[in-house]
């Protein structure tokens, strides 16, 4: 007898308008995401103001502890962006104070093996498809819902994204797109550039790269799952649209001061 796959975020009947990521990637719509670093609830405001869909609160590189990372999300979550969170590992306690912020969607850093990806989705997910435990009543604020509600939801509407970012993550990166419970794979392009090239920023075409960014969004379409990357600049946004379903367009340190060094410079002239 044939097993039934659970319910996911991308195969999922359920409609909540507070989840504008999922709606906007479930309809094909190209949504545009962008990094923040800095642990400022104003901050996220702000830059949920701008018009982004999603803004991926990174816990990984940025200046970002708990107590910032649930301001955060229930700021970015009530002016109906989706928060998502980039975690700093796969460790099981990591992913639950992640989730338990309510945040519409978690992105994990340098997954290299398709064990590693497992391990992501049973900690992300409540049983009876993972571990993930309850206990908290700050998620389905976030998801509008009430805790019961959100229980019944979350398995299948919160998004999970792997970075594809190491020479093993290529290698093995077919595997790691076929794990269940895997929603999109994210080509984290400057990591990938100094595993395979040594240097960063990618030139963007040097072949072992291009190729491995290929092989990245070949290995998520043939599994049927959602591609996404970072990208620079407004540009790259849209020169990439027929390749990936979401970018992020930079982040908000790097945003500041390119504006203040252009500006600046314009001011010198």
Not at 47 to 66: F, K
């Amino acid at each position: 007898m044939a097993i039934t796959q659970p319910t996911t975020a991308q195969t999922t009947n359920i409609v909540n308008p507070r989840l504008r990521l999922l709606n906007k990637l479930r309809a094909g719509e190209y949504p545009l995401l962008t990094f923040v670093a800095l642990p400022s609830v104003r901050h996220a405001q702000i830059v949920a103001l701008t018009g982004v869909d999603g803004i991926i609160i990174d816990c990984e590189h940025g200046h970002i502890g708990d107590d910032s990372m649930h301001n955060a999300v229930a700021a970015i979550a009530a002016l109906g962006v989706s928060p998502i969170i980039r975690i700093r590992g796969t460790s099981h306690d990591i992913l639950k104070r992640a989730l338990d912020t309510g945040a519409h969607g978690i992105m994990v850093p340098q997954i290299n093996t398709a064990d590693e990806a497992r391990q992501v989705v049973q900690s992300s997910k409540f049983p009876p498809q993972g571990i993930r435990g309850q206990g908290s009543a700050f998620p389905a604020i976030a998801h509008g819902l009430t805790t019961p509600e959100y229980m019944l939801s979350a398995n299948e509407t919160i998004i999970t994204m792997v970075q594809i970012e190491t020479k093993a993550g290529v290698e093995n990166v077919d595997e790691i797109a076929a794990v269940p419970g895997i929603d999109m794979v994210f080509v984290g392009p400057n990591d990938l550039a100094q595993s395979l090239l040594g240097y960063v920023p990618a030139k963007g075409d040097e072949p072992v790269f291009t190729s491995a960014v290929d092989k990245i969004i070949a290995a998520g379409r043939n599994e049927g799952k959602w591609v996404g990357r970072m990208v620079n600049n407004g540009t790259a946004a849209r020169q990439e649209r027929s390749k990936y379903d979401m970018v992020a367009i930079t982040g908000d340190t790097k945003a500041i001061q390119n504006w203040y060094i252009a500006e600046l410079e314009l001011a010198r002239s």
